[in-house]
């Protein structure tokens, strides 16, 4: 074929999770920070990882392992082309393990990677069921609330997921995204644990209140009933016991003007939205000065709401 | 006062509450059936009750007891005119104890109604809370999911009961409700205790996903998103077992045209969504049939979203 030589390096965005009232339906995508792919076909009959440059050597290289390389390897399968030769180089723009959707940066910039080198050969739907894969692999579960944001950009409503429905939804052009990473661990398959299985229907009743309260929120423009909404009486109470005096945190990100505050993801990230980027930028400080306060290291980021999901870069 | 010999009469519309996916949080206004109130000053010092017409004699006459004069009594309180004479008269026009918000319509016509005479001295945030006592007289709960709805027409979310926040939502043009009602008896109180207290997190997740795609369909005027969270795996397979054959009837509704069909608040109502007035019709044709063939009399209604709530008549 002509195009053997091709190379092609995409970016695809962090993503914030649940949202606060959203478990495991909603997600955001941010234009920082972001994960880079670059494939390229080669002239072998199979696909390669070239190197992974960032993870500080965490993440597996044995392609089939990898969630990049064994998503392009299904992807391959998938169009019938299981013989390619196909190198990849990924680039972790963030932290692993952090709640800001690493492994679905990566795994969707492959997927966009590959597919624009085969000239899009599978629509957006396809590639997320392939991206559940590649989240089945990295986290113990296909969930798409990270995949689908980092995918289609925007705020994404995951409406089922068996059958796949995701709906893009309305962005306010005024929300900003602060995320603080601070340095310590939770893994999503124990963050995930400790949730209860059977909840009372009246909390349920009030987060399904919230989550249409949002929705209306972003379809409004209104962005005290954006923060109105994002609270979370079942999933928060649980999880926040593993991020160091997050109550405290909350209080001081909405002292400072954030419109919400939340786990990003099952954390430990945090995130606020807030209307203007100099609000976003104090919220961070704020925040981090906190976590610094209990020798707590962490990193920010405060960016617009990405809308176009994964780009060639 | 001059205004002593005022009489004013008012319309306040049917509503179904939870729409399938929302339960306790969600309902909408039709333009037909509905109640109505006359209202007039009397040099009396009390509210009292003249008459109450269509009722087939259930609904009680004592003025205390009474939502509609009720309300009006509190009303009076609630602005320090507890001393004046209020005379009301109520047309019932829609069956007691259908499903369809026939105490809300007649609490929203009553407090409407009162409310006009004193030249709107409460909002409509106080009426809904004063609507809300009426409805915990009349069914034992103080819920807002049909006054709200009676209130200020078309869709209303009620984000949160405590404190009371209620979004009112968008409607698309084209929907046309079909309300049927068989001639079977459920109380709303026994309706409520059968449903479950605990239920599984994944389930509610399922049901979230769904209030968020009706919502965000309604903004869109995405009549298929409308449809497809037209789904609600908690309450219905309870509740429905008080309605004959329900799930049949259901597929009727939805082979007929239906893009969504349920029941109406806590039934034995049952309620469909459709596009046009035809289709509406030969839903309605189609589900009193079959309800025939069980020997089950029925009532009908077609209808547009009522998008104003209460009106002077």
């Not at 390619?84 to 910039?109: D, H, N, Y």
């Not at 590649?134 to 296909?142: D, F, P, S, V, Y």
């Not at 928060?236 to 939340?262: N, T, W």
């Amino acid at each position: 074929m002509s195009n053997d030589s091709k190379s092609i390096k995409v970016f695809a965005p962090a993503t914030v999770a649940n949202v606060v009232c959203g478990f495991d339906v909603l997600g955001f995508a941010v234009n920082t920070p972001g994960d880079e792919v670059i494939a390229r076909f080669t002239d072998k009959k199979n696909v390669t990882l070239k190197a992974i440059h960032g993870d500080e050597g965490v993440l597996p290289l044995d392609p089939e392992k990898n969630t990049v390389s064994a998503v392009v390897i299904n992807y391959l399968k998938r169009i019938g082309e299981e013989n390619r030769g196909v190198e990849i180089e990924l680039f972790k723009k963030m932290p692993v393990g952090s709640g800001m959707g690493s492994s679905a940066a990566s795994t969707v910039a492959g997927l966009f990677a590959i597919n624009t080198l085969y000239e899009n050969r599978l629509d957006y739907k396809d590639l997320l069921l392939l991206a559940m894969e590649g989240e089945r692999l990295a986290c113990g579960q296909g969930h798409a609330d990270n995949v689908s944001p980092a995918m289609l950009g925007g705020f994404v409503l995951i409406r089922s997921h068996h059958p796949l429905d995701v709906i893009k939804l309305s962005v306010p052009k005024q929300l900003v995204c602060s995320l603080i990473h601070p340095h310590i661990e939770v893994q999503t398959r124990e963050a995930r644990k400790i949730i209860r299985k059977q909840i009372p229907l009246k909390d349920a009743v009030v987060q399904w209140g919230n989550i249409a309260g949002f929705i209306s929120g972003l379809y409004r423009e209104d962005y005290d009933l954006i923060g109105r909404s994002m609270q979370d009486i079942i999933i928060e109470p649980v999880r926040s016991i593993l991020i160091p005096d997050f109550y405290s945190l909350k209080q001081k990100a909405l002292d400072s003007g954030a419109i919400g505050f939340g786990i990003s993801g099952s954390g430990p990230a945090v995130f606020a939205l807030s209307r203007d980027e100099q609000t976003a930028k104090k919220i961070t400080k704020v925040i981090q000065q906190h976590f610094q306060s209990q020798d707590i290291d962490s990193d920010s980021y405060v960016s617009l709401i990405n809308e176009e999901g994964p780009k060639v870069i």
